[in-house]
């Protein structure tokens, strides 16, 4: 199987079980954008409530945070993206194709048609722009966040006011991101509308390097605690000559994609660059007293910056499996019950003899600890293969075996083992399994 099939297998699964759809899909779709469905939706709530219980509710020196995603655009002048946001872009002369210039080799022909024509590598600032308010000359332009960090760093001095906060200390969040991307591609990996999971860790001066290698092993483990195959992970330093504008260095988390390896998240010590950028532009001061020392300090910053839709790729693409059983392809995904959107589905064998009567009492006792899901269409083995293709860990079947002896069969997605459950264990059956 070549590595274009499995996407766009996985592609064409995502929009059969309701993951993901194009956007717009009934006007011919908008490129590179994508809207989540209903278990997209619940897959992707997993993965940020995850994120958010593992970085901040979990933890006593990180507090969260929800900024607004349009900011004034001083801010943007003093963060660098105005002057320095920029992706080198060349135009194909002959079919007017645009490239980012560091993603082609320009000594050979265009992709696209296979001339040889560029035009010169111009700056091409990635920020989109939009009128605030109703006039619509250049005093009411401002930009979508590139980026979430800076609704966090404009608000160093109000989060640390009211939460007397100490050194080390983080300040997370997660919401939506754009960037004008010349190129986009690979399904949810490159957007121009996208979901952030940023925390920046202040720390005394001095001490980013040891923060910087403790956040970059702790976000490695954390994509394995999802299930993700280890051997597929792993971190890499960044050279010099990639490092962004504002970064002392970084790591990224990659995985192997099956368009090879790619960034997932990027731990980068930021310095003091950006509150010293925002307190020469503010004119505030954005210090942090330290009461042993009496001194205001600048901290130091190690961010972790997380997407949240190439977190559910990820785990989409390294769940996917094809396998052949009694001589019938199965399509699974193989999701860890921690991000499944469905737990467990309950079905009736036959829609008689009271089975959906006990399916449903069945169901409406677990939905309320478990993300539970009722089927009753189709023949058992119909249903059985679209719960593998969603991603659900567990069925349970209720057949005329239930009506003499109260139990059901519980099956098991990956090993498609069965075993016999009585109705009144089921719950705690499924808590020793889960939780
Ligand atoms: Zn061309």
Not at 149 to 154: E, H, K, S, T
Not at 417 to 435: G, M, N, P, T
Request: hydrophobic content about 35%; charged content about 30%.
């Amino acid at each position: 199987m070549t590595d274009s099939k499995t996407m766009d297998k996985l592609v064409s699964l995502c929009k059969r079980r309701g993951f993901i759809f194009q956007s717009s899909d009934i006007y011919g779709g908008l490129e590179a954008t994508y809207d989540y469905g209903p278990l997209g939706v619940e897959l992707k709530n997993n993965v940020k409530q995850l994120w958010w219980r593992d970085v901040v509710t979990s933890r006593t020196d990180v507090v969260g945070m929800d900024a607004a995603i349009f900011m004034n655009s001083k801010v943007w002048e003093a963060s660098g993206h105005v002057s320095e946001f920029h992706d080198p872009m060349v135009d194909c002369k002959n079919c007017k194709a645009r490239f980012r210039a560091d993603h082609i080799d320009l000594e050979k022909n265009c992709p696209n048609c296979g001339i040889k024509e560029w035009t010169d590598a111009r700056q091409f600032n990635l920020m989109l722009k939009t009128h605030y308010g109703p006039s619509e000359d250049s005093s009411s332009v401002i930009y979508l966040r590139p980026e979430t960090a800076q609704g966090i760093f404009v608000n160093f001095a109000n989060a640390v006011t009211t939460s007397r906060a100490k050194l080390p200390f983080g300040i997370a969040q997660i919401g939506k991101s754009f960037r004008n991307e010349i190129t986009t591609g690979n399904f949810l990996f490159r957007s121009r509308e996208f979901e952030q999971m940023e925390m920046e860790f202040f720390v005394k001066p001095g001490d980013t390097s040891e923060w910087l290698e403790y956040w970059s092993n702790a976000r490695l483990d954390w994509y394995k605690s999802l299930g993700i195959t280890e051997e597929k992970l792993k971190l890499r330093s960044h050279e010099d000559n990639e490092l962004a504008h504002y970064a002392a260095a970084c790591f990224d988390v990659e995985y192997e994609f099956p368009f090879g390896w790619s960034e997932l998240e990027g731990i980068a010590d930021r310095g003091s660059y950006d509150l010293d950028q925002h307190t020469q532009h503010s004119g505030k001061k954005l210090t942090w007293f330290d009461s042993k020392t009496n001194e205001h300090i600048t901290p130091a910053v190690v961010e972790t910056s997380a997407g949240v839709d190439r977190t559910v790729l990820t785990i989409l693409v390294d769940a996917y499996h094809e396998e052949k059983v009694k001589n019938e392809q199965r399509v699974v995904l193989k999701l860890n019950p921690k991000v499944a959107p469905i737990t467990l589905a309950v079905f009736p064998l036959v829609n008689r003899d009271g089975m959906p009567e006990i399916a449903e009492k069945i169901m409406d006792d677990l939905k309320g600890d478990f993300a539970a899901f009722f089927d009753a269409g189709g023949s058992i083995g119909r249903r059985y293969r679209r719960q593998d293709e969603a991603g659900t860990p567990y069925g349970v079947t209720v057949d005329s075996d239930t009506l003499s002896d109260q139990t059901v069969t519980v099956r098991e997605r990956d090993s498609m083992a069965q075993e016999r459950v009585s109705i009144d264990q089921l719950s705690s059956y499924f808590r020793d399994k889960l939780c």
